[in-house]
């Protein structure tokens, strides 16, 4: 057999290194780079130093943008933590035609956000089929407008939100669910147990990893919200911008002939500390789950 060459492995991962490496180490060194600058599109830029992180601090903008980021990630991930897992329970019994519902909920998750987001554009709207269908049962006098306020505008997207994010996190959970052990359901139930103590005993713990990673991705994910927000406000951010995201601010900001690459780029590094703060503390969180060595 030949002797096995060091460089092997190398030449395998050099693809996977390039695509990171030109794709997203140097763009996020670049933004770095012109956060520390005035620059914009045709007349390129000077170094500023930490005046861009300056006026960041003292924008309300930035502080209405960071308030419905976190808005977000504390409404969307109590439920696409919890809803999605009850699903995967459900979808994992044994009940005849359950394969159809485990593909009805996965659908969504396929579907176009913006093309989702202009039928619930539609839906929402003042005189849409929401707000027909509560003026008849009776319970509103006047239409509720929900897309014509900030909270509104948000907790529409949220739920748009969770809507479309259920069917894949189900799908996660059916696949953590599929490693815990049905012999340690079978003990705790010959020891007496109850179907809500096995679900806490053995369940929930069988699946605790799977949750904090469903949580890291909604936490990633909500905090740099664009697209449903957009659509919904038809790029306004809602009324006077209130509803804009943080990722909308960089976009409106950093935009056009005349837009503030460096302060976008400002924002855009502001957006990464803010994420990544979540993702050590749930890897910091998850830490007990690894098997210890020799075990």
């Not at 929900?146 to 996190?169: D, E, N, P, Q």
Request: aromatic letters at 12%.
């Amino acid at each position: 057999m030949r002797a096995f060459r060091w460089y092997i492995p190398w030449v395998l991962v050099a693809p996977a290194l390039i695509w990171v490496l030109v794709f997203a180490l140097w763009p996020f060194l670049n933004t770095v780079v012109l956060s520390f600058t005035d620059a914009r599109p045709l007349t390129g830029g000077s170094f500023v130093g930490l005046e861009n992180y300056q006026a960041l601090l003292t924008d309300q903008r930035f502080w209405n943008a960071l308030v419905t980021s976190l808005a977000y990630v504390v409404l969307s991930v109590p439920f696409l933590t919890v809803l999605p897992l009850l699903l995967a329970l459900l979808v994992e019994k044994q009940i005849p035609g359950i394969s159809a519902f485990r593909t009805t909920f996965y659908f969504p998750v396929i579907a176009s956000v913006v093309v989702v987001g202009l039928i619930w554009t539609w839906l929402f709207d003042s005189r849409g089929i929401v707000n027909e269908a509560l003026e008849f049962i009776g319970l509103i006098q006047e239409p509720i407008p929900f897309l014509a306020s900030r909270w509104g505008l948000i907790l529409t997207a949220v739920l748009l939100t969770v809507w479309k994010g259920l069917g894949y996190y189900m799908v996660v959970y059916l696949a953590a669910l599929g490693n815990v052990g049905r012999e340690l359901h079978e003990a705790a139930a010959m020891d007496g147990a109850n179907s809500l103590r096995r679900l806490l005993s053995v369940t929930i713990p069988g699946v605790r990893g799977a949750m904090f990673l469903v949580s890291a991705l909604i936490t990633v994910s909500a905090m740099r919200v664009f697209t449903e927000l957009y659509v919904l406000s038809n790029g306004s951010g809602g009324p006077g911008g209130s509803a804009a995201s943080i990722v909308m601010l960089v976009q409106q900001t950093g935009s056009g002939l005349q837009g503030r690459l460096g302060y976008a780029s400002a924002v855009s590094v502001a957006l990464f500390l803010l994420t990544i703060g979540p993702l050590l503390l749930v890897a910091y969180l998850n830490r007990g789950d690894k098997p210890a060595k020799g075990a």
